[in-house]
């Protein structure tokens, strides 16, 4: 079993800034295997980023040059750095493990707003 729970989420101005954190914890699990996914309004849940199984970052278009994936082993979280935002990113955003299996963390809304 593994337990993922994001924060970070919040209400921000066109162009601002916000950082999610995804804090893993578990029997058995890894970091590795966390990545971010987002669900709009009316909208599946859609790939934000992630690491590949060699380690490198792997974003969605839609983010590449304004998001940046990282991690910190020794705390067991994965964060999500999010740049220059626009209205469209307005979503809930969550972080999934894919190993040992797929878990999901209760999400963290995130509202791009003047």
């Known amino acids: 079993q593994v337990q993922l729970v994001e924060s970070g989420g919040g209400l921000v101005q066109p162009g601002g800034s916000l950082r999610l954190s995804c804090a893993v914890s578990g029997s058995a699990f890894s970091i590795n295997a966390v990545g971010w996914y987002r669900q709009a309004p009316g909208k599946q849940r859609a790939f934000v980023a992630a690491f590949t199984t060699g380690g490198v970052a792997n974003y969605a278009d839609s983010v590449k040059g304004r998001f940046t994936i990282s991690k910190d082993n020794a705390k067991n979280t994965v964060y999500l750095q999010m740049n220059s935002l626009k209205p469209e990113d307005t979503a809930v955003y969550y972080c999934?493990?894919?190993?040992?299996?797929?878990?999901w963390g209760q999400g963290t809304q995130v509202t791009v707003s003047s």
């Open positions: 999934k493990s894919t190993w040992p299996g797929n878990y």
